[in-house]
């Protein structure tokens, strides 16, 4: 069994209006003392899987700051303070791509980037769309691009659809539906 | 066809030994603008599924400094500069699992968080695996987990197993291996 390490100090190294750092000072079980930078917690974000129908998975396609390109992808957004995550999950989507869902399940709770961000997401299988807006805050449109399952290698081999979140969402999803027998 | 967003300006909002944050003003095609944190760069790191044999992946169990906890997951790390990508991930899983490969190749580029961090991480399907160590940094020795493809859909259980890049890069790699046939 596996003893986490010791947390002997920590402190705020960087902070902006977005990122907080804070520096930790572990000590391991053996001893190993090692310093290592991360970014703290916050609350969990949703990426959504709509299903348009059996075969077809609603994507959008919207500009990145961080890869300053446009990335096609799944619906995803932060739960606000109080907000039940399915509810954070249905309100993205009406959003995003004009759809609510009556159908919403969660199906796997993932972390980014595990060596250095605490941040995870709630992935949600959204099923049985009814056609529905809200006024989101994007800064122009958000393309929704249907995609049939069918075609999902083609889609693999898009440079733009390469978010990791994305990729593992999608196939969680085709797995919990039953699309994906055993290997 | 989508026009990217015009930077009309960006400066460095915060700084730490591994992150820095900036911040950009945008012009979006339609005249919106919009002011974004992003985290600059850096070199891409790789991710590695390594293959004992047709049937066994080999996951490492190791402290994550980001979510505070033992993650269960696959070998990865940052290419140095000036390395070759494949070499790299060679490296890393003799530092990591004792192993190193005959047989390697990038199937995929995948981003992290899109939107607000540019880095990249390339996957890195590994076979035709020898016995061959080399001394890592770890603080502590890295646990290493034979999984049977097979048993994917317990792995998935697993709240241990949920980095999002790690589940995207197995199920690539078995798509790449010919395992999960199309939906």
Redesign the interface.
């Known amino acids: 069994m ?1 003893r ?2 010791k947390i002997l100090d920590r402190r705020i ?7 907080r ?1 804070e ?2 000072d ?1 000590e ?3 001893g ?3 310093t ?4 703290p917690g916050g609350t969990d974000s949703v990426m959504i899987v709509p299903m348009l129908d059996a075969e077809t998975v609603l994507l959008i ?1 919207e ?9 096609l ?1 799944l619906p995803k957004g932060v739960v606000e303070a109080g907000e039940d995550p399915l509810a954070a999950a249905d309100r993205e989507i009406q959003e995003e791509i004009g759809y609510g869902a009556r159908d919403l399940r969660i199906i ?14 709630l992935i949600v299988l959204a099923r049985d769309l009814y056609p529905k807006s809200l006024p989101g805050d994007e ?2 449109p958000i ?1 929704v691009v249907p995609w049939r ?2 075609a ?2 083609a889609l ?1 081999a898009r ?1 733009d659809f ?4 994305s ?3 999608l ?2 999803a ?2 919990v539906m039953g ?5």
Chains 1, 2 share one sequence.
């Open positions: 596996l986490k390490p190294v960087a902070q902006s209006r977005l990122f750092v520096e930790v572990l391991f079980a053996n190993a003392r090692r290592f930078e991360r970014v396609r500009y990145g700051a961080g890869s300053d390109r446009y990335e992808g796997k709770r993932v972390s980014l980037v595990p060596g250095y961000i605490e941040h995870h997401s800064p122009e393309e399952l069918d999902i290698d693999l440079e390469d978010e990791a979140r990729v593992a969402a196939f969680i085709l797995r699309r994906e027998p055993r290997p």
